[in-house]
C-alpha cells in the first residue's frame, strides 16, 4: 500500500521526516515551488541522523491538487488541516497536524472529524483535540509518539555533536530553546526577543528559533545583537529539522 504526505507548507513536512525513513513513499505538494523546496530542504537537513535515507535517496514528490484528488491509492497522512477528497475513494485518511503548542487549529475543525484516523503524540495532543470542542472516537486515535523530538530523547542523536553543529561555543552553560509561533497564534517574537536576550544571555545560552514565516525578521534581529554586543551566547536558527 502506497503511503502519502501532505501539507500546504513545506516546513510542516519536518513531522513526516522519520515515518519517510521507516515507511518510505511519497510527498504530496499543490505547487512547483514547494516541491523544488522540498528537496533543498532534506539536502540541507540540519538532522542528518535522521535524514540519512532521504539524503541517499531524494524524496519522491507529486504535485497534486488536494480538493480533488484521482488516481491515489492508499494512506494519505496530513499535516495540515485541510478537506481531502479521494474522487475514487481509494483512500484512508489520517490527520497528524504540525506543532507542539497548544494554540488552535486552523480551518474548521469539523474538517477533523472527516478524518479515518488520527495520529497522536501525547496527552497534550488529546486535551487541544478536546478544548477544540470536537470528538474524535477513541478508535481512531493512534498514539505514535512526538516524530520531532522522540529522536533526540531516545538517544538516536548525538546532542553534543549537535549542539556543535548549531555554532553554540560553550557547551558549559545551560542552553534555553526559545521557539514561538507567529502572530495567527500569538506569537510572542516580537514581544520578548529583546527582554529574553539582554537578561537570559547572562547565565544561558539562548537559541531562538523563529516561526517559519517569521524567519524573516533574523537578519534585523541579528543587527540589533551585534549592535549591543549581546550575540555571543544567543543563536537564531532558521530552522531545526
Known sequence: MNIYYYSHQVYQLSFAIQLYKQLGGF??????????RLKWYCRK?????????????????IL?????????K????????????????GCIKIFMGHG??????????????????????????IAKLDDSGIHIPAEKLIKIGNPRFD????????????????????????????APTWKWGNGTLHLYFKNFSRQLSKDYSLIIRPHY??????????????????????YLIRQIY
Request: proline share 3%; net charge positive.
Open 74 to 89: 492508499g494512506v494519505i497522512i496530513s499535516y495540515s488541516n485541510t478537506p481531502i477528497t479521494c474522487s475514487d475513494n
Open 100 to 125: 507542539s503548542g497548544d494554540k488552535k487549529y486552523g480551518g474548521s475543525v469539523k474538517t477533523l472529524t472527516t478524518y479515518d484516523f488520527h495520529f497522536i503524540t501525547g496527552k497534550k495532543h
Open 151 to 178: 529522536e533526540l530523547v531516545n538517544g538516536e542523536i548525538n546532542k553534543v555533536q549537535y549542539l556543535k553543529y548549531l555554532g553554540v561555543k560553550d557547551l558549559k552553560r545551560k542552553i534555553i530553546l526559545y
Open 213 to 234: 514565516f517569521d524567519r524573516k525578521y533574523i537578519p534585523r534581529m541579528k543587527r540589533w545583537l551585534e549592535k549591543r554586543k549581546l550575540i555571543m551566547f544567543i
Open 64 to 72: 497534486k491538487n488536494i480538493k480533488k484528488i484521482t488516481g491515489l
Open 27 to 36: 510527498f504530496l505538494v499543490r505547487k512547483l515551488n514547494r516541491k523544488l
Open 45 to 61: 537537513s540540519q538532522r542528518k541522523n535522521a535524514i540519512d535515507s532521504i539524503i541517499e535517496k531524494p524524496p519522491k514528490v
